[in-house]
């Protein structure tokens, strides 16, 4: 059961929070009345990197992340380190292609950006799927996790929980704008490292250290749990070649095309910022291997020592077999391994999960309804109702992700889930982008015709793997589903391009790279600090920890 103290730590850290974004954000707001949507969608762009990179780390890592990663950790153990270290990749394309030509091309929001390489048909499309998964992938997911995660400890209804804790971030990120919601997503990022670093060393000391784990892996014939690039037909349903054909699928969407992320670069302040904090960040995700995923796999290893008792998860049935519930494997972590006071930083953590991937999301929305949808059709609106707009918007979203909680709640696994929902939603998304900044002969109506019937066909191909699980679409992994789709939708796109050629307008005439050199051509800042030196750094370690983990 939770002690008073760690109670008191949790309330104190959310009354903090809720100071700080208001304080930020009303600060914000009064210095400069001037330029008002401004200020209050992209923080007057006048972010630097080091906030750039925290807040897409925080936006990024949830509630989902450690509940459901320390559950991966403790089923296959590093498998799905994949998607943490496969980021870093597409954050250092982020970083060398795309946050450049956003920036120079001075868009509010990704939509809007494809209505000027394309036209308004592509805006109006992205800007629905965008609102669709940020309310779906970032917001509800998130609150699930963290809804059960706190009826766990606490015994409070999961509704229930979840409402207050939303309402409480909903407010200061109604109230104070991206400004609001940076700021604390930057605190909440160190918090929630702190509280994933407290576990992880818990772990550590309770398991007497890496050898005494591995020694329990080999007792047990379990050594392919240290394992990241896996063989074909491995149990884990994610074989090498899978990783590194579908996740740039579903990376490129997630990390560069996706609203709720890019807009932290959106508001960056100079292109050097806007390059380092999608960089910054992708070193820092380095770590969630090691502080999300390996303290379950401690777990696993500590429970087969009779260190951890698994009896609070597990379920026996009328036949006498066991059962353990892993979703609950990090809640049992925190309230077996930890001394009161430390409890209450990791449900800091926890909270800080959920409250800077729901604030990050609905700055998103707001920012899309309002620049996206209400400004299109009520030209000519001040920036006060642009900005009362978006705020409506933010509460309806926050509303309707409510009542989503329930059917979510199916997935036997969130995070997976999670991702196989994002793989039958990205491809389309994914091959408009690649080809529209990288291809001058990708047309308007071929980008059209591709996010249309490639979304079609993903939705397809989702509900025939649902309703028909027998069949050999259904036994396909999710990653190579969003392989093949993509391939498609390219293919798709290469040939609407021929049949229908572009016709460039004045705007879409310069919104593409003529060459992969050319957004390298910018020097950046000098020293250890250039963008260049930076991303092959990213690289070459990220290729070392590979290799060490293959």
């Known amino acids: 059961m939770i002690h008073l103290t760690d109670l008191l730590i949790s309330i104190f850290y959310i009354a903090a929070i809720l100071v700080i974004g208001l304080w930020v954000g009303i600060r914000h ?65 982020l970083a060398l292609f795309f946050a450049p030509f956003y920036i120079k091309s001075g868009v509010s929001t990704l939509p809007d950006f494809l209505e000027k390489r394309y036209d308004r ?60 919601v940076v700021v ?50 491995d149990a884990g349903g994610m074989p090498w070649y899978a990783v590194f054909l579908g996740y740039p699928v579903l990376g490129i969407w997630y990390w560069c095309a996706d609203q709720t992320i890019v807009q932290r670069v959106l508001g960056a302040k100079d292109e050097n910022h806007a390059r380092i904090g999608p960089i910054f960040c992708g070193f820092i995700k380095i770590l969630p291997v090691f502080i999300f995923i390996l303290p379950g796999l401690f777990a696993y290893t500590l429970a087969q020592s009779g260190k951890l008792d698994l009896s609070a998860i597990t379920a026996v049935d009328a036949a006498g077999v066991k059962t353990v519930d892993s979703k609950g494997i990090y809640t049992l972590m925190i309230t077996q391994l930890l001394p009161t006071g430390l409890v209450g930083v990791l449900i800091a953590a926890l909270l800080s999960g959920l409250m800077s991937q729901v604030s990050g999301a609905l700055n998103s929305i707001s920012t899309m309804v309002s620049y996206d949808i209400y400004a299109r059709y009520k030209p000519g609106l001040s920036d006060q109702q642009l900005v009362k707009t978006g705020k409506i918007a933010a509460g309806i979203a926050l509303v309707f992700s409510l009542f989503l909680l329930p059917l979510l709640n199916k997935y036997e696994s969130i995070f997976n889930g999670l991702n196989d929902i994002i793989a039958h939603v990205a491809p389309p998304i994914t091959c408009v982008f690649l080809l529209g900044v990288f291809w001058e002969k990708a047309s308007a109506k071929s980008a059209k015709l591709t996010l249309w019937l490639g979304s079609a066909l993903g939705a397809a191909v989702f509900i025939v793997n649902k309703t028909f699980t027998e069949t050999a679409i259904a036994h396909i992994p999710f990653m190579m589903v969003a392989f093949y789709l993509f391939c498609i939708c390219v293919l798709m796109q290469v040939v609407f391009s021929f049949l229908y050629p572009v016709q460039h307008t004045k705007d879409s005439r310069v919104l593409y790279w003529k ?28 290729s070392v920890l590979f290799y060490l983990f293959r």
């Open 184 to 233: 604390t997503e930057s605190i909440q990022t160190v918090v929630l490292l702190t509280g994933a670093f407290v576990i992880c060393v818990a772990a550590y000391y309770q398991m007497d250290g890496w050898q005494p784990m591995v020694d329990v892996l080999k007792r047990t014939n379990s050594m392919e749990k240290l394992s990241m690039l896996r063989p074909h037909g």
């Open 29 to 93: 707001r009064n210095k400069s009345k001037a330029d008002a949507a401004s200020q209050y969608f992209l923080a007057g762009k006048s972010l630097r990197w080091p906030a750039i990179g925290l807040a897409l780390f925080a936006t990024n890592i949830s509630t989902v992340h450690l509940v459901s990663l320390a559950q991966s950790g403790f089923d296959t153990g590093l498998l799905n380190g994949n998607f943490e270290w496969m980021a870093a990749f597409t954050l250092i394309l």
């Open 515 to 542: 060459s992969f050199s050319e957004p390298l051509q910018s020097k950046g800042w000098q020293g250890l600090g250039n963008y260049k030196i930076l991303s092959a750094l990213l690289f070459i370690i990220m």
């Open 121 to 180: 048909s592509s805006r109006d499309w992205l800007t629905f799927i965008s609102i669709f998964s940020a309310i779906i992938i970032h917001i509800a997911f998130s609150m699930l996790a963290g809804g059960i995660v706190l009826k766990t400890l606490f015994g409070v209804n999961i509704y229930v929980s979840v409402i207050v804790i939303s309402i409480i971030t909903a407010v200061y990120t109604i109230i104070g704008g991206l400004k609001a």
